[in-house]
């Protein structure tokens, strides 16, 4: 079975600070791992992926994260906030040769302040 | 190009009738997907389609829900009975290679 852990549901920093996002999480399998964010009102966009290769994964609008096995985590990062990236963001988990459907994390609110 | 679609966008319902949501797919996409999202439960997998293969039904909540996918592309998520638990944001994904997954809008159900 696999999980993720996202620690807090929401975030807010100042347009121009680091972002940080935290996502743990759990595979009994070499997982697939997954940041979508989510607008008001719309569907699920993906922001990132890491499947295999390099850890570290450079996805849209800025934003990157690093695999790191040891330490279960998928953390998102963005060197400088934009009022842009408020948002709600999820981290999401597959199987290798599963059916690849997604376990998701609660999923943060970030608020960027002016 | 086109993404995946859903309709309706909001479907509002009394408590014991049947609704229907409509997922159109990415034309050529293969795997086909069902979500819901509810504030209580966050996002969970529902069911998945894969070409011609028996769907993955093993996140369905109850036998009051089913799907089928026509001709491997329109999907059709079905509610039979609907409680009021089942009011949340019904989400469809299609993928290609099983790894990329495009949502659609959702829809809003809300059971009354």
């Known amino acids: 079975a696999q999980s993720v852990t996202q620690l807090g549901s929401h975030v807010s920093v100042s347009e121009g600070a680091l972002v940080l996002l935290r996502c743990n999480y759990s595979s009994s399998v070499p997982p697939y791992l997954f940041w979508y964010v989510q607008y008001p009102n719309q569907g699920l966009q993906l922001l990132l992926k890491y499947t295999t290769g390099a850890t570290l994964v450079k996805g849209i609008n800025g934003f990157e994260a690093e695999f790191k096995k040891s330490e279960t985590s998928f953390h998102l990062t963005k060197p400088s906030a934009h009022m842009s990236d408020a948002a709600e963001y999820f981290c999401a988990v597959s199987e290798v040769g599963a059916n690849s459907k997604l376990t998701f994390g609660k999923g943060i609110t970030l608020s960027v302040r002016p | ?112």
């Open chain 2, 1 to 112: 190009g086109a993404g995946v679609s859903q309709s309706p966008s909001n479907k509002v319902t009394e408590k014991g009738k049947d609704v229907e949501l409509r997922c159109d797919p990415i034309s050529g996409h293969t795997a086909l997907y069902w979500y819901r999202q509810s504030l209580g439960q966050g996002l969970e997998f529902l069911i998945y389609f894969q070409g011609n293969s028996a769907p993955d039904k093993s996140g369905l909540p109850s036998d009051r829900f089913s799907a089928e996918r026509t001709g491997g592309s329109v999907s059709t998520l079905t509610i039979q009975r609907t409680q009021q638990e089942d009011s949340a944001v019904y989400l469809c994904a299609s993928s290609s290679d099983s790894l990329e997954q495009y949502f659609g809008p959702g829809t809003r159900l809300t059971v009354t």
